[in-house]
């Protein structure tokens, strides 16, 4: 099992900036990938960056070039730093982890933060 605990939610006005840590605890070892989602009201889950492998990082798309994702290997902690936030990045945000034991692919989830961006 893997526990995940998210922090630095809150609310910003446009331009502003914040940072989400997702702190890892449990069978941490066993983790091959980790990063963010988000959820606004309405629209689907999606992804917000991830790091792959300890190395391969992805982002998506409406993201690239202001957010940034960073992981603490001794902390076990990952961050997410989001600058030049837009009212559109306002959204729950969830850290998830992904992990393989005995074969078996396993995803884990973090209980979401929000984050509110005012214009």
């Known amino acids: 099992q893997v526990q995940l605990v998210e922090s630095g939610g809150g609310r910003v006005q446009a331009g502003g900036s914040l940072r989400l840590s997702c702190a890892a605890s449990g069978n941490t070892f066993s983790i091959n990938a980790i990063g963010w989602y988000r959820q606004a009201p309405g629209k689907q889950r999606e992804l917000v960056a991830s790091i792959f492998g300890g190395t391969s990082i992805n982002y998506g798309d409406s993201v690239k070039g202001r957010f940034t994702i960073s992981r603490d290997n001794a902390e076990n902690t990952t961050y997410l730093q989001m600058n030049s936030l837009k009212p559109e990045d306002t959204a729950v945000y969830y850290c998830?982890?992904?992990?393989?034991?005995?074969?078996?692919?396993?995803?884990?989830w973090g209980q979401g933060t929000q984050v509110t961006v005012s214009s």
């Open positions: 998830f982890a992904g992990a393989t034991r005995e074969g078996y692919e396993y995803t884990y």
